[in-house]
């Protein structure tokens, strides 16, 4: 079974003790071929471009033989919701101060442009914690699928508790001709949203949640989606999967979401897996 993780976090301190090992062999062992690590602030960001090229040469079933097979790393760079404070100002959690939204701006176009970066994310609204004020979340929404439209990159759009207002951006995006295609994160939405999105040529993420007895939405727009706009996602080290709901979470995890997504689409997993595999890669250009 061929794995691609779409979103990962192989950057956060959870992965401390064993993160080469996993990213070294571990994963690729296990079929997990590629991941890409979602940058979540502007440190974060960096961080990702760096695992990135580390593991620049890592393929993994590599054909040679010579080496032992390793998880091919990409980069998301982006600035998640709750720290677009960077943009007008805010120290970050590291410290960091920029002088003003331009130098941060160019700071993240430096890292998109670099050649393992293959999206701009993660970005989005989030009104859960409210950590930034709607006005201030969305102004960088935009700015950053601006970006994304400039570079001609995906983005990878974070979404909670505000579901609506992240489709009208997007929507309004795609409108003014500026479409970057993508993939809508951890998809919590309606099943008629997720129709809107696809109709835009945008992909549904789909990690852990699917596994659980209570997702009888998120199983209703899997089963109702057209298979070609579905991704798999780990957001490791959080939201595993049934059977390991509340532990960490890795891309190994994965196997359990495409068995939930077969089942679903009353398909082999097998099938379905490349399937999974092959829409990830057209969306990343990998």
Known sequence: MRIFDTHSHYDDEAFDDDRDALLGGLLAAEGVEYVVNMGASIEGAAASADLA???AGSIAHSDSGNEPARTGVYAG???HPDDTGVFEGKETSSGMRFTCADEVMQRLRDLCLLER???VGEIGLDYHWMVEQKEVQQRWFREQMRLAYELRLPINVHSRDAAQDTFDLIRENYEEGRYTGGIIHCYSGSLELAREYVKMGYHIG???????KNAKVLKRVVGELPLEYLVTETDCPYLSPEPYRGKRNDSRNIRYVIEAIARLKEMDPEECAEILFENARKVYGV
Request: glycine residues 18%; aromatic residues 12%.
């Open 117 to 119: 970066c293959v999206c």
């Open 53 to 55: 090229e580390k593991y």
């Open 206 to 212: 789909i990690g852990g949640v699917v596994t659980f």
């Open 77 to 79: 760079c982006g600035i």
